[in-house]
Nanobody, 116 residues
């Protein structure tokens, strides 16, 4: 059984930084694209950042210049470095990964709270 486990969420003041991690464990043939999403209560899930297997990142306009997605293939881990955090970044963050041969898998989510 393959699962994604996130960590690194928490409470931080506006302007601060957090780094989220998401590690895939289990019998994995290959990890293709990986991504971070976020969803506030009552709102649609928002794609924050993606990273292809070739290492090409893409970001939502709302986080460009502040967030950086990266991966460590040896550790089956994707990271989201979040700098210059704003109160509007407060929500639950989810990682997602396209893992062969299973398809798209999701983590359980980690709460990020930014105080003003």
């Amino acid at each position: 059984q393959v699962q994604l486990v996130e960590s690194g969420g928490g409470l931080v003041q506006a302007g601060g930084s957090l780094r989220l991690s998401c590690t895939a464990s289990g019998s994995i043939f290959a990890i293709n694209a990986m991504a971070w999403w976020r969803q506030a209560p009552g709102k649609q899930r928002e794609l924050v950042a993606t990273l292809t297997s070739g290492g090409t990142p893409n970001y939502a306009d709302s986080v460009k210049g502040r967030f950086t997605i990266s991966r460590d293939n040896a550790k089956n881990t994707v990271y989201l470095q979040m700098n210059s955090l704003k109160p509007e970044d407060t929500t639950i963050y989810y990682c997602a990964a396209d893992i062969s041969p299973y398809g798209l898998l999701w983590g359980q989510g980690t709460q990020v709270t930014v105080s003003s």
